[in-house]
Structure formats: structure tokens, C-alpha cells
């Protein structure tokens, strides 16, 4: 049998496993019909309603997909041919949700702002004035340049002009503040991968009340079977077969997030902030600096640095792979100049930066970077 060897795994998800979710992987199998399975849901959906922060009657479940499941899911289940949407796009998680609305068929309208640079909520603002939008989308934050979007203003000024709003919640709910009620958001989606560090495979959704209602009041069909909310809906509060969902994937969600939920949501965001201030403060001992210039705009779960001159990116990489240490670069423009270091879940951890530094140690052949991570972090935590 192939084994595996552990990897430090500072990737902008996947991420370590979480151990309760590793060791619930090996549980026993059950049918999806089985009434033990249908506890482990209905507790999953439970502790999905206050990750979210959702209204009493809000829906939430597991989608058996990744993160992008979730995010065509809510454009499947809120747009019809025609209706328009607003698309707020600064990397290319912003771009998928245009590309998935148009393949819809939906008429869209897309808010830009350059690679690195949040989205103005002036621009939103210009083209809310401009026309009425059935649904407005915003990713929170957004993993290809390690940008937080003002996600919680473009969704209260998307309510005052009376538009549904979704917010890609993968990096960030379970790691930061996320509320869906008090922001005014009616879609929600994660992967199982990114902050709750689960195995990939489950997107876990949150549909408001008001977002029901607009899928019960659309004219055509949803055109994805998978993902209609009413079949949704059958199986995960009626217990009537839809389709054959992955257990092994339940348990393990249901662990992660248990886990993430004791711990607490304030400690975790916390965690995050210390950690990646730390790996901020001692990259830049040796000439790294933060790709997102204004620090109010920067995603504290992705963390994105420029790499000094000279630093080679993929010879670089390609050697701390070799001490088992997995980092990201760029994408598209950015390829080639920035490293992106995940701060999610389980990788938001001194213990893991300890590795990732004693290996960039080796590699760059220079010493203080775990003398500096640990400085700051004693500064932080203090
Ligand atoms: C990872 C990610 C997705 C897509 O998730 P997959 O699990 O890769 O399908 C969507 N949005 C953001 C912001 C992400 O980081």
C-alpha cells in the first residue's frame, strides 16, 4: 500500500486536517437513510446556522461538492434567464461567480477593481444607481490576491437598494467574523477544505429566509437537479431520499466544525491575527513585504507577500516542497512575484509556521526567522 509521508501544508486550502475530522473519516460505515446519519446532519446544520449567523428560518446543509458547488448553487438556485446581476470582481474567484451567471443565462454587470486592491464601494454604490439588480455577489475575501473585500458594507448597501446578496464565505466564516442576519446577506458558502479544515468534498450553504422565499417565487425551474433547494430540502428536513450523500464526509464535517464551535469563533479570529501578523513580521526581516498595500484591505487568512529580488519563486518552492513544506504563488498576473501563505483552520498554528521558518531557513540559507516569528507573536499574544 502507498503511504503518504505528512506534509507541512501552508496552501490557501487544502489545509492540514483537523485531528477530530481526521479520525471521524475512519468511522463505520452507514447508510445516508440511516437515522445516525441523519443526527450527525441534523447537528451539522445546527452549528452551520451559528457559523453563519442565520435567521430562525433560515436553511443550511452540505452540498456533496467543493466550494464551487456552493457557489453555483446560489446563482442556480436565485437567478432565472434575464434576471440581472451585479458581480463584484478584484481576482479570480470574483471572475468564476460572473462566469457561472452568465453560463445561467443571467444578464450580468460586473464591478471591477485591479489585482491587489479591494472593491470601492463608490463603484457599487454608481452602479446600483444605475440599475436594479435582482442579486448582488461579493467574495469576502479573495484567495487569489489576499484581499478582504468590504463585504459587509456592499451587503447593506446591495439590502438598502432591495437586491438578494450573496457572500463567498470560503476563506473566511470559521476563521472571522461572519453574519449573515446583522450584514444582511441571504446566500453563504464554504468548502469543507478551507477554514474548517475537513477533508475537501462538502460545501456547507446557508440559504436566508428570504432567499427561500425568492426560489419558491421563481417562474422556471432550477436548472441544476443536484442543487435545487426543494430537493435540497427533501432530504435534509423531510429524511426523503435525494441522493446518495458522502458519510465519511458528514462525520468528518460535523467533527471539524464541533471542534471549530468549541474552540470558539473570537479565539480562532484571534489565532489567525497573531499568527499571520507574526509571519508577516519575520518575512520582512529578510526583505519580503505585504502585496496588499493598505492594511485595512488585507485577508488575514491568505497572507500574500512580494518576494524580495533576490528570491527565485519556483526554485525556491520546488526546495521547501523538498523538506515537505507545500506554500502557493501567484496566479496570473501576480505569477512569479508574490507567495500566498494560508492562515486557515489547522494552518493558523505557531507549530506550523515553526516548520515552514526552520525550512526557509535551510533553504535561503539565513537564521532569525524563528527567533522574529516567535518575538512578534510574543508581542501579540502579551
Ligand atoms: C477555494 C475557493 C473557492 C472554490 O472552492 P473549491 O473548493 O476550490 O471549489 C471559492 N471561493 C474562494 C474565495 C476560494 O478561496
Not at 353 to 360: E, G, M, P, R, T
Request: aromatic share 8%; net charge negative.
Amino acid at each position: 500500500m502507498t503511504q503518504y509521508l505528512e506534509q507541512v501544508l501552508l496552501t490557501p486550502g487544502p489545509t492540514p486536517i483537523e485531528p477530530h475530522a481526521q479520525k471521524a473519516l475512519g468511522f463505520a460505515m452507514r447508510g445516508h437513510m440511516d437515522p445516525e446519519v441523519f443526527a450527525v446532519n441534523a447537528r451539522v446544520q445546527a452549528n452551520l446556522r451559528t457559523l453563519y449567523g442565520t435567521d430562525a428560518n433560515a436553511f443550511t446543509c452540505l452540498l456533496a461538492g467543493t466550494g464551487s458547488l456552493g457557489m453555483e448553487a446560489g446563482f442556480a438556485n436565485l437567478l432565472e434567464p434575464q434576471d440581472k446581476v451585479l458581480i463584484c470582481a478584484n481576482g479570480s474567484f470574483g471572475y468564476r461567480m460572473a462566469e457561472m451567471s452568465e453560463r445561467l443565462g443571467a444578464n450580468v454587470t460586473v464591478v471591477k477593481a485591479p489585482i491587489g486592491q479591494a472593491i470601492q464601494l463608490e463603484d457599487v454604490k454608481t452602479a446600483l444607481e444605475a440599475d436594479a439588480f435582482k442579486l448582488v455577489a461579493v467574495v469576502h475575501g479573495e484567495t487569489s490576491t489576499g484581499v478582504l473585500n468590504p463585504a459587509i458594507e456592499v451587503a447593506q448597501l446591495a439590502k438598502s437598494y432591495g437586491s438578494l446578496v450573496t457572500v463567498d464565505a470560503v476563506t473566511t466564516a470559521g476563521m472571522m467574523p461572519y453574519h449573515m442576519t446583522e450584514w444582511g446577506i441571504d446566500y453563504a458558502y464554504t468548502g469543507s477544505q478551507k477554514c474548517l479544515s475537513a477533508p475537501p468534498g462538502v460545501a456547507p450553504v446557508a440559504f436566508s429566509s428570504s432567499a427561500i422565499k425568492a426560489v419558491e417565487n421563481r417562474t422556471s425551474k432550477v436548472p441544476l437537479w443536484y442543487a435545487d433547494l426543494e430537493g435540497l430540502q427533501a432530504y435534509w428536513d423531510r429524511r426523503e431520499y435525494h441522493h446518495t450523500v458522502p458519510v465519511q464526509l458528514h462525520y468528518a464535517l460535523d467533527a471539524a466544525l464541533t471542534a471549530a464551535l468549541e474552540e470558539g469563533l473570537p479565539t480562532r479570529a484571534k489565532r489567525v491575527q497573531e499568527v499571520g501578523g507574526a509571519a508577516l513580521a519575520a518575512l520582512e526581516t529578510i526583505g519580503f513585504t505585504a502585496f496588499v498595500e493598505r492594511p485595512e484591505h488585507r485577508l488575514p487568512t491568505v497572507l500574500a507577500v512580494r518576494l524580495p529580488e533576490y528570491i527565485q519563486d519556483v526554485p525556491v518552492r520546488s526546495s521547501l516542497r523538498e523538506h515537505n513544506v507545500i506554500i502557493t504563488g501567484g496566479l496570473g498576473e501576480t505569477a512569479g512575484k508574490i507567495w500566498r501563505l494560508g492562515l486557515m483552520g489547522e494552518s493558523a498554528r505557531p507549530a506550523i509556521y515553526h516548520k515552514f521558518f526552520a525550512a526557509l531557513e535551510k533553504v535561503l540559507n539565513v537564521k532569525g526567522l524563528i527567533t522574529a516569528f516567535d518575538q512578534q507573536l510574543g508581542v501579540s499574544t502579551r
